[in-house]
């Protein structure tokens, strides 16, 4: 049927823009100083990145949280936005085709 090829291409295509949102997060994260807290957020994003997180978005999503949580608690110091923002986008994007799948 052709709203199913439509469905799966949409769900390709945001799975796509997802991907790109995990790996520009990674690369900024990388610009970051050596530290326990990057280490910390690179096992979560590589955890993210996944082929069980990407089968499984709501364990996606659970690691996003905790990603949120390890951020939020270092905020205090110096972070740099683009992480934040990326983060953002990520939860954005996340919860957009986790709505339109389940619809």
């Given amino acids: 049927m052709k709203f199913d090829i439509e469905i799966e291409n949409y769900k390709e295509e945001a799975l796509s823009y997802l991907e790109n949102d995990w ?9 970051m100083p050596q530290s326990e807290f990057r280490q910390r957020l690179l096992f ?9 997180s990407v089968q499984d978005l ?5 690691t996003l949280l905790v990603i949120f949580d390890l951020v939020c608690k270092e905020r205090k110091k110096s972070l740099e936005l ?5 983060l953002e986008d990520i939860r954005d994007v996340l ?9």
């Fill in 23 to 31: 790996v520009y997060l990674k690369e900024s994260v990388l610009e």
């Fill in 44 to 52: 979560y994003i590589n955890k993210a990145m996944r082929y069980k």
């Fill in 58 to 62: 709501n364990k996606m999503k659970e």
């Fill in 82 to 86: 683009e992480v934040i923002e990326w």
């Fill in 95 to 103: 919860n957009e085709i986790i709505k339109n799948i389940k619809a």
